[in-house]
């Protein structure tokens, strides 16, 4: 059964800094999925990624996938207080159900 | 249309009655799923249609949760005989096909569901 662990949980940071949000799975999984939520909002889709090795980027994130280590990675670069949001990582199969298995979120506030 | 459509927004209900939650997913996408999101629990996968299949229920959480799915379109979620630990958002995601660039999964508003 696909598991999905983000860390941290909680993260405040600085408008400028750059920081990572990670994300490990525990069995494989086909694709991996970000995703943006603003509270009392619906999920934004941010990135899908399909392979070992893809990386995506939209403005100042970036998304990266190593399917060897079961590991993606948001990466934010030079924060503005607008990507204040929870971040949620869900793992996918192109099998079965293909349903979505998300991590906990991480609360991002990012700080003028 | 143009995207997943939940009703209602929010629902304020009475412990012990049945509500029943909509989905309009985007039209032409076959798979719709529905999953909870109570505050630290995060998103719970509920229940997967696709197409004239039998639906995936294995993650409903009690008797008292159905859904059905008419005409491959529209679908309902009914929770009977509410309690307050189904206080949660339930959001509605469809999905396209396989053959489309990014294969991702859309979601609703969602509905704020408040057992009270």
């Known amino acids: 059964e696909l598991k999905v662990e983000q860390n941290p949980l909680f993260l405040s940071m600085q408008e400028g800094k750059n920081y990572t949000i990670y994300c490990n799975y525990s069995t494989t999984s086909d694709r991996l999925y970000w995703y943006r939520q603003d509270p009392g909002k619906s999920l934004e889709s941010l990135f899908v990624l399909l392979s070992n090795g893809a990386v995506k980027q939209e403005g100042r994130l970036m998304a990266s996938l190593d399917t060897k280590a079961r590991l993606s990675t948001l990466h934010i670069t030079a924060a503005v207080h607008d990507l204040s949001a929870t971040y949620f990582c869900a793992g996918g199969t192109i099998r079965g159900a293909q349903k979505l298995v998300f991590g906990q979120g991480t609360r991002l506030t990012i700080n003028p | 249309g143009a995207g997943v459509s939940q009703s209602p927004s929010n629902k304020v209900t009475e412990k012990g009655k049945d509500v029943e939650l909509r989905c309009d997913p985007i039209?032409?996408?076959?798979?719709l799923y529905w999953y909870r999101q109570s505050l630290g629990q995060g998103l719970e996968f509920l229940i997967y249609f696709q197409g004239n299949s039998a639906p995936d229920k294995s993650g409903l959480p009690s008797d008292r949760f159905s859904a059905e799915r008419t005409g491959g379109s529209v679908s309902t979620l009914t929770i009977q005989r509410t309690q307050q630990e189904d206080s949660a958002v339930y959001l509605c995601?469809?999905?396209?096909?396989?053959?489309?660039?990014?294969?991702?999964?859309?979601f609703g508003s969602g509905t704020r569901l408040t057992v009270v």
């Open positions: 039209s032409g996408h076959t798979a």
């Open positions: 995601a469809s999905r396209g096909v396989a053959s489309q660039a990014n294969y991702g999964y859309t």
